[in-house]
């Protein structure tokens, strides 16, 4: 199958290699949560909700008592797929993406802040088209920042892939099960370091470090966006509050 | 919207915009321009050497007559609390929020995040635990609270040792999932290396101080360091209810808001005679609205009377409920709305719904919601208009 149209150079959904999907956020859509936010790229569609800091539930999980326990659990909506499938709570896929979740956000959280505390991360993916664990972390991202918790820097997330010899931006769901290589980069976009680096395939030296650059840009178009989305979230809060 | 779950119609949804497309031209450009995300870097001017970051261990080796302004910490404690941290020499937030600049300290004030207790707030919590000799309590914060025995008033009123028989009968006083009243006496989470010196160059000779920075926020301001070592390190926030307007709160309903829609001020109980109810602002976002009770010197003089009534007194007349209801719903009408919660402002809220005809269940409709952000538009354009007046 071609998934870059030779003549026209557009991608099956009809976008240049290194676009992206249009993204959408919003802060504040879970009502009980500290922290909560909706984020989609294109397609895919992910909620998160932040509750903490708070009080350590379960005191066996306490690694030290300086700083705060960061947990995440992910999961798919049933609804999210195309087949509608019953998920097991804890299959291995969704423990891995929690894992990867947990730790990319941790390395900007400044846990060391919030001693003998927990924060919870939930996201739930609420329409898969590719790129899920891009979305979470953009979503989690959103949702602590909005949480009140402080970070070192926005964390975003993009993938990247390469087929028919094209480095591609942002796969979805029909690229991606391609069988293609797979470049997922998370970055702390102001201090330009690279927090997740996930690849599915085999790739030369030369063409991955393209792809990741495209990956890395359209993390940095995300953050970009992402800080928008904040700085008129608290503009408002700060007007409506007088 | 967060907490309403609201169905606006066309008409209402460009009304609501109308208000608070206005409410937002009456803020001065210079707040909102303040208003700062994570990872965004906040100006300062470096030539006047505002803030400077000198790790604790170089502390003896700062020259007296030098400094201009020096915080020594570490350089991660600096951002305890203010929302900012050091990259490469700039002062960078590390939260979402507006940046306050009080005279050379720079930070983040956040608006929504959890409860920072500062000594002496007056808070409401919920009992969550009972443990040996104290209790524990929810109050938003990112530990639960510590209720000593020891720092509580018994009701019988006498100062004395707390006996094992005090603690048994714990119970008594508050039990699980009860709501009390209490004020914070110390928010210490601080380790003595955390500690920061302030020395401020506006003084002839400069002082140094040990500020311990609490999760509070709080600047507890110490003249010794040795005074530090003093206190514990368990964390915990200790809290005390010493005086009889603390306790239990019965009869009404507890709302919970964000922390950043009540202001500290000097007064945070309130009793709205002509409804017959208490209110209570609790700093930490927890909002106690229920039936009025009798504190203090009046309790004696009424004592016999309540005795009589006392049958009477069990249950809550429905004319006084109905006000808890209506004043309840005033607050979350304006607490969905973000609007800083005043007691005039809620009254004001509460009224308007009487004289509008609204009831108190239509309090959460659209169409009031609507109202109110108007109303608060246009209390707003007035007050402005008197300040300028008035200058």
């Known amino acids: 199958m071609e998934y870059v149209n030779p003549l026209t150079g557009f991608r099956v959904d009809g976008r240049r290699p290194n676009e992206m999907r249009q993204l959408k956020a919003e802060v504040g859509v879970v009502a009980r949560a500290d922290g909560s936010a909706l984020f989609e790229m294109g397609n895919t569609r992910v909620i998160a909700a932040v509750y903490g800091p708070r009080e350590i539930q379960n005191k066996g999980q306490q690694v030290n008592n300086k700083e705060a326990l960061v947990r995440c659990e992910y999961r798919m909506a049933e609804f999210s797929t195309g087949d509608r499938r019953r998920k097991p709570k804890g299959d291995r896929r969704s423990t891995e993406i929690s894992l990867v979740i947990r730790q990319t956000m941790e390395a900007s959280i400044l846990t060391d802040l919030m001693p003998r505390s927990q924060i919870d991360i939930f996201v739930q993916v609420l329409q898969a088209d590719g790129g899920t664990r891009s979305a979470c972390i953009n979503a989690a991202t959103l949702a602590l920042a909005d949480a009140g918790i402080p970070m070192r820097d926005i964390v975003t997330s993009c993938s990247a892939g390469y087929l028919c010899s094209t480095p591609l931006l942002d ?54 966006y992402i800080r928008e989305v904040l700085l008129e979230n608290t503009k408002r809060l700060e007007y409506q509050r007088g | 919207m967060r907490d309403l779950n609201l169905s606006l119609n066309q008409t209402q949804r460009v009304r609501l915009e109308a208000a608070l497309h206005e409410l937002q031209s009456l803020v001065p450009a210079a707040a909102s321009a303040a208003a700062v995300t994570v990872a965004d870097t906040i100006p300062v001017n470096q030539e006047d050497n505002i803030l400077k970051y000198i790790s604790l261990s170089q502390e003896n080796t700062i020259q007296e007559d030098t400094i201009s302004l020096f915080v020594c910490a570490d350089e991660l404690v600096w951002c305890r609390g203010h929302g900012t941290s050091d990259q490469d020499g700039e002062v960078v937030a590390t939260l979402c929020g507006v940046v306050e600049r009080v005279n050379k300290l720079v930070y983040v004030r956040t608006l929504r995040a959890r409860y920072k207790p500062e000594v002496g707030d007056i808070i409401v919590g919920r009992v969550i635990e009972i443990a040996p000799k104290r209790w524990r309590l929810e109050i938003n914060f990112s530990q639960d609270a510590v209720l000593m025995l020891s720092s509580m008033n018994l009701p019988d009123g006498i100062q004395r040792r707390r006996t094992a028989v005090d603690e048994l009968n714990m119970r008594s006083i508050f039990v699980e999932n009860d709501v009390i009243c209490v004020s914070t006496i110390l928010a210490l989470s601080v380790e003595v290396d955390n500690c920061f010196i302030f020395c401020f160059s506006d003084f002839k000779s400069v002082f140094a101080y040990v500020v311990v920075l609490t999760h509070a926020d709080t600047l507890r301001v110490i003249n010794h360091q040795a005074e530090v070592r003093g206190f514990q390190h368990d964390g915990s926030l200790h809290l005390q209810a010493r005086s009889e307007k603390y306790g239990k709160l019965e ?30 602002l609790g700093c930490n976002g927890f909002i106690w609205v229920g039936e009025h009770v009798l504190v203090g010197e009046n309790v004696k003089t009424t004592e016999d009377r309540q005795k009589y009534s006392n049958e009477a007194e069990n249950f809550t007349p429905l004319e006084t409920r109905k006000h808890i209801c209506r004043l309840a719903n005033a607050i979350r009408v304006l607490s969905a709305l973000g609007f800083t919660l005043t007691v005039e402002l809620i009254i004001e809220t509460a009224e308007a719904s009487v004289s509008s005809n609204v009831e108190v269940n239509d309090m959460l409709g659209a169409e009031f919601y609507v109202q109110t952000a108007e109303r608060e538009a246009k209390r707003r354009a007035a007050l402005l208009r008197k300040k300028k007046g008035g200058r």
């Open chain 1, 171 to 224: 796969l979805n769901y029909v690229e991606d099960s391609a069988g293609g290589p797979d470049v997922t980069v998370g970055i702390l976009a102001k201090m330009d370091k690279v927090t997740l680096l996930q690849m599915d395939a085999k790739l030369p030296m030369d063409t991955f470090e393209s792809v990741m650059g495209l990956a890395i840009e359209g993390c940095k178009a995300i953050a970009t």
């Open chain 2, 251 to 280: 009869r009404g309903q507890l709302l919970m808001v964000p922390p950043y829609l009540v202001k500290r001020k000097k007064q945070h109980f309130h009793n709205l005679a002509q409804y017959d109810v208490d209110l209570i």
